[in-house]
């Protein structure tokens, strides 16, 4: 199963649809928050799962701040990165994906792209999609049964 990885998007839509046009044919999306009324507007405007968490920037929306989704019997945390204060490190992100028994973490909000494994915990942030001096990117998770692989990507 191929994956689109976006976050950070903050209302930056044309941005996203690019992201989906240089990522075509995925099977699935997901939005690591900051963006939540952007990943509506996606999931009208694709016909495909669209699987959303939201962050500290999305006042108001109606998505969890924290999933564990499933995906080829792999599991998923999928959190903003907020609450785990990620931009002071990632030990408490990733002592809550080794509690869940999570193969991979994905997380936003730092709008930097990072991808590292730990102990066989893949790390991954694909970036952000606004223009903040920093390059625009995204990520492309491939899911089977046997493994997991990523990529991050520039626009």
């Avoid at 495909?48 to 920037?57: F, R």
């Avoid at 991808?115 to 991954?124: D, K």
Wanted: proline share 3%; hydrophobic share 45%; charged share 20%.
């Amino acid at each position: 199963m191929k994956v689109l990885v976006i976050s950070d998007t903050h209302g930056n839509f044309p941005s996203a649809l690019t992201a989906c046009d240089l990522a075509e044919p995925f099977d699935a999306l997901i939005h690591l928050g900051d963006g939540c009324g952007d990943a509506d507007l996606l999931r009208s405007a694709l016909d495909i799962p669209v699987i959303a968490v939201s962050g500290n920037c999305d006042v108001g929306i109606n998505a969890p701040r924290e999933l564990l989704w499933e995906c080829e019997g792999k599991k998923f945390l999928l959190v903003h990165g907020d609450i785990y204060r990620v931009k002071s490190g990632l030990a408490l992100l990733e002592q809550r994906a080794r509690e869940l028994g999570a193969d991979a973490v994905l997380y936003g909000h730092t709008h930097v792209a990072m991808q590292e494994e730990r102990s066989g915990l893949l790390i991954l942030n694909p970036g952000t999609l606004i223009k903040s001096g920093r390059f625009q990117s995204y990520a492309i998770l491939t899911v089977d049964t046997d493994s997991i692989s990523a990529r991050i990507l520039e626009i």
